[in-house]
């Protein structure tokens, strides 16, 4: 696995996954994308010859400065639950999540993952309007396939945002999930 198409192909390979992905289509939220653990655990599983394994949360990412309340969130979860019962939904618009982050106001959904503390994790799919994946990856594959867990320049240059990196890769413990996975620290050093 080297490229993102790779990936793509995994993914429309992956039942499951494709009928989060149009169900989340279907809904026509603006730049709207399924981000985060929904990409990166399958990848990390797929190399580590690991089938499908429940998620915690599903990801769903969108962009809509026009509607900034939480409760919209909140109702499109339920919309998302009566199209996929059963799944963990986590709806989240982006353009009122810079409150949440202490960051300055994001320009787009692409902004704001790229924005994510982890490179392998600032990662999301969506089906375009003519059903094919798409790919986001603001910080590039190479971490994801390399299963290479660094922080992203935004937590890297500052001491709280590596704080909070740090404070996620312990309670992640990826590198016991997966033990292929190299978590790096603020200095370019392999942590065990």
């Known amino acids: 696995m080297k ?8 993914i429309e390979k992956d039942p499951w996954m494709m009928n989060i992905l149009k169900a989340t289509a279907e809904l026509d939220l603006p730049d709207c994308w399924v981000c985060a653990g929904f990409v990166r655990n399958k990848v990390w599983n797929h190399l580590h ?16 400065n026009s509607d900034t309340d939480e409760k919209t969130e909140k109702k499109i979860e339920l919309q998302l639950l009566k199209s996929v019962p059963n799944a963990p939904w986590s709806v989240k618009n982006q353009a ?18 790229s924005k994510f503390p982890e490179t392998a994790t ?3 799919v969506r089906m375009n309007d003519s059903q094919a994946l798409q790919l986001l990856a603001p910080w590039g594959i190479k971490d994801l396939v390399n299963l290479e867990v660094r922080p992203t320049p935004h937590f890297k240059e500052t001491p709280h ?8 890769i312990q309670e992640k413990g990826w590198n016991k999930k997966w033990p292929m996975v190299k978590v790096f620290s ?7």
Not at 3 to 10: P, S
Not at 49 to 64: A, H, L, Q
Not at 97 to 104: A, K
């Open 3 to 10: 490229f993102e198409r790779d990936i793509l192909q995994m």
């Open 49 to 64: 010859g690991r089938g499908w394994e429940p998620m915690n949360d599903i990801d769903v990412v969108y962009y809509d």
């Open 96 to 113: 009122r999540m810079h409150e949440v982050n202490g960051d300055e106001p994001y320009a787009s959904t692409a902004d704001a993952i």
């Open 122 to 124: 600032s990662v999301a």
């Open 161 to 168: 945002g590596y704080t909070v990196y740090e404070k996620r």
């Open 186 to 192: 603020r200095g370019g050093t392999v942590n065990d």
